[in-house]
């Protein structure tokens, strides 16, 4: 499905930009947008080399196996496939504490340290795991309590009360979370648990 | 909401005081153990490139070719029909924007919160959407990528069956709370 996604992204576009003339944009778009990817992944490096660094100071400490255990059960709960005592489970927390908290630039290491863990348990290791796919659900759909940059736009913008979103924010967005809980539970069920 | 501000500041500072400091005293060689981790995250970001790169291309080349606003022009009729404001159809660039790229949404909601006025029913209603879900698209790959996994299974319909909820939760809750 990404494939196709990715493919039909890029030919609708050439064809659009082909019919109303505007061809070069599609090399200007397409190089300076592979420009971006390494910027992106330039700042990627630094924050993420911090942020495993710090992590696995608490993983040798035993701080990680620790928030692993006790994360509440119903986080655990929602991976029925993953072991009681996985290792996996430290970083899915930490990961899903930052986007809670708007930490973006934090929540990256710990997301894709959590993917590392849980490709350790995957049996296919070219398929995704039920568990990665309850993670990315979670994660893609996670409340947000602090939506900063909006409210920074907000501001900008001259709002009287920048931060008057935040109720519907987290309403709008504990609505996404049930939902990809409960649409990711009946995919589960479908595809035999 | 100024207490979880506070706690949004302080979080990381408590987390590079306290973790480093409670792993020397547990007698963790902590310096060895941050450059080892620290390798390790440094790798993982090379590893994503090609991920980033392949989708931010095929995203920008869709986005700047202004299909997007065709293929809203085309839906307008369908939401008039079944009986929608059409003043929330302005709300859809972001709605489509929103799961494929965060730089481009927050863009979108920028323009539209500066077009309508950050107090009006579309500027709040796009800066509840913009904080409400994710960028669906771009994290599978990444995170997918990461890994080596190629085959994504059901994770997309997942992914974007909670965003249109997110979108339809996001419409009701603004009509009700201002409207």
Known sequence: MVNLVWLLLLLVGIITAALSGKIDQVTVSALEAAELGIAVAIQLMGVMSLWMGIMYIAEKAGMVQALAKFSSPLIRRLFPSLKENSPAFGPIVMNLCANILGLGNAATPFGLKAMQELQKENPKKDTASQAMITFLALNTSCITIVPASIIAVRMKAGSISPTEIIGTTIFATSCAMTAAIFVDYLFRKRHGL | ?179
């Open chain 2, 1 to 179: 909401m100024s207490v979880i501000t506070e706690v949004s500041r302080w979080i990381i500072p408590f987390f590079l005081f306290f973790i480093p400091l409670y792993a020397y005293w547990r007698k963790v060689p902590v310096y060895e153990t941050f450059v080892i981790g620290a390798e390790n995250g440094f790798k993982t970001a090379v590893k994503i490139i090609p991920f980033l790169i392949g989708i931010l291309v095929s995203i920008r080349v869709f986005v700047d070719s202004g299909a997007l606003e065709i293929i809203i022009n085309f839906c307008r009729p369908f939401f008039i029909r079944f009986g929608w404001d059409p003043d929330i159809l302005g709300i859809i660039p972001l709605a489509i924007m929103r799961p494929l790229s965060g730089s481009g949404a927050l863009g979108v909601a920028t323009q539209l919160i500066d077009q309508y006025g950050p107090d009006s029913f579309m500027g709040r209603l796009a800066s509840t959407l913009q904080g409400s879900t994710d960028t669906t698209f771009f994290v599978l790959a990444v995170y997918f990528g990461s890994v080596g996994i190629t085959k994504h299974r059901y994770a997309l319909k997942v992914g974007l069956l909670a965003d249109a909820v997110g979108l339809a939760a996001s419409i009701w809750i603004v009509s009700k709370v201002f409207g």
